[in-house]
């Protein structure tokens, strides 16, 4: 089985910089996805790690250690559009890559 | 056709009525996942289908809710002898085999 937590919610002011936390104990593990979720909208891909390290994609990026079982998505100048949840996603590598997700973490953006 | 397509969008159902819910993936992928998402709530796996293989059933909250993909294309989700707790907002969604998993609208489903 597998256990994703990531915190609740976290409250930031435009401009500056959140780092929402990931932690996994997966029983096999293939790579991990970072989705943003507006309300009421579907989910939309917003990064992919498989490797250590970090994977920097404009305003965001998002780091991995797979020996912590851990990740952060982080994001820069905040805008008040970036107010949504983020659903952190593992991969395992039974059941040929399931995915399965954290239940995300309320990201309000104040002015 | 460009993106995962659901139907209906919206569906209002008499407890105890059968509902059947429809995924359209995108074309050429491999896997299908269906969840559902509470309200304020995180997503809740269902079901997955990879190529050929027997489907991952082991989200399936009940014997209630049974799913098939005909042709490694479509996929129906049915839920029989619908309760209230099972109002929410079922998502499909499709990826390549190891690739990001790319989501459909969602339908909307209440039972009254």
């Known amino acids: 089985g597998q256990n994703i937590d990531q915190p609740t919610e976290m409250t930031a002011t435009e401009g500056a910089i959140v780092q929402i936390n990931c932690t996994y104990q997966?029983?096999?593990?293939?790579?991990l996805f970072w989705y943003q979720q507006h309300a009421g909208e579907a989910p939309t891909f917003l990064s992919y790690?498989?490797?250590?390290g970090l994977e920097e994609k404009g305003r965001f990026s998002s780091f991995l250690s797979r020996s912590k079982g851990y990740s952060y998505l982080l994001l820069k100048e905040l805008q008040m559009k970036d107010s949504a949840s983020y659903l952190c996603?593992?991969?395992?590598?039974?059941?040929?890559?399931?995915?399965?997700f954290g239940a995300g973490t309320q990201v309000v953006v104040t002015p | 056709g460009a993106g995962v397509s659901q139907s209906p969008s919206n569906k209002v159902t008499e407890k105890g009525k059968d509902v059947e819910l429809r995924c359209d993936p995108i074309?050429?992928?491999?896997?299908l996942y269906w969840y559902r998402q509470s309200l304020g709530q995180g997503l809740e796996f269902l079901i997955y289908f990879q190529g050929n293989s027997a489907p991952d059933k082991s989200g399936l909250p009940s014997d209630r809710f049974s799913a098939e993909r005909t042709g490694g294309s479509v996929s129906t989700l049915t839920i029989q002898r619908t309760q209230q707790e099972d109002s929410a907002v079922y998502l499909c969604?499709?990826?390549?085999?190891?690739?990001?998993?790319?989501f459909g609208q969602g339908t909307r489903l209440t039972v009254v």
């Open positions: 996603a593992v991969r395992d590598t039974d059941s040929w890559g399931k995915l399965q």
């Open positions: 997966t029983s096999g593990f293939n790579g």
């Open positions: 969604a499709s990826s390549h085999h190891r690739g990001e998993a790319f």
């Open positions: 790690n498989v490797l250590d």
């Open positions: 074309s050429g992928h491999t896997a």
